[in-house]
């Protein structure tokens, strides 16, 4: 089946511009969670949705958002972009239902340049 | 945050077993030890998890202690396509979120 599909591979904004970032879970995957990677702060998680519903969050300013729809597939918001927002945006879904553990599948990430 | 500790680079020749080593001596009982790689940039991959007894699956085995404060996973027959940096989190019974840490950069020498 389909793997996790990640919406534009690879975009450049302006300083102060807001950008939205897509992500389709596997089908029959109900959570999908958010990753910034970049050099200096390596992985960091940024928000998990399940059923529609934002289940987690990391430490990341207000600038960052996200929403899933009734289709699993989830979008996520960065607003006034600053230059260290430059970043792989990476997302995961799971099957995992709430106190199961399972794996997580990783799509191939957007790439966001921010000039 | 991140509750792992890993070396942060490893060699090992091709055809060898690769052990990566990993310390998480402050996990909970109800935390599952999973590992992930991650090849230049691309998303990452899963590799294995587990709870508190060993597991093997066609990538890899993973060797959790008694006390669970540390684990080694092996790569019984590296080859240079295993070139990539190995993540291991500690991971909440609930919810997805995983909380990377620094992992351990593998190279594969011919």
């Known amino acids: 089946k389909a793997g996790v599909t990640q919406t534009p591979r690879y975009l450049i904004k302006t300083r102060g511009q807001q950008v939205t970032l897509s992500c389709s879970p596997i089908?029959?995957?109900?959570?999908v969670s958010w990753y910034q990677q970049t050099p200096g702060q390596g992985l960091q998680f940024l928000f998990e949705?399940?059923?529609?519903?934002?289940?987690n969050k990391g430490n990341f300013p207000g600038r960052f958002s996200g929403r899933q729809f009734s289709n699993s597939r989830s979008e996520m918001n960065v607003s006034t972009l600053e230059l260290g927002d430059s970043a792989l945006y990476l997302c995961?879904?799971?099957?995992?239902?709430?106190?199961?553990?399972?794996?997580?599948?990783f799509g191939q990430g957007t790439r966001l340049t921010v000039v | 945050d991140a509750k792992t500790t890993q070396p942060p680079s490893m060699d090992c020749a091709e055809g060898r077993a690769a052990n990566l080593p990993c310390n998480h001596s402050?996990?909970?009982?109800?935390?599952?030890v999973y590992w992930y790689r991650q090849i230049h940039s691309q998303g990452p991959q899963y590799i294995i998890h587990?709870?508190?007894n060993n597991e093997t699956n066609e990538m890899a085995s993973l060797i959790i202690t008694e006390d669970r404060k540390s684990s080694t996973l092996i790569l019984p027959h590296a080859t240079l396509r295993d070139t990539a940096v190995y993540y291991c989190?500690?991971?909440?019974?609930?919810?997805?979120?995983?909380?990377f840490g620094t992992g351990t950069s593998l190279t594969v020498i011919p």
């Open positions: 949705y399940f059923s529609e519903t934002q289940r």
């Open positions: 989190i500690v991971r909440p019974p609930t919810g997805n979120q995983f909380y």
């Open positions: 089908s029959g995957h109900r959570s």
């Open positions: 587990g709870l508190k």
């Open positions: 402050t996990i909970s009982g109800n935390e599952y």
């Open positions: 995961a879904s799971s099957g995992a239902r709430p106190g199961r553990n399972t794996e997580a599948f």
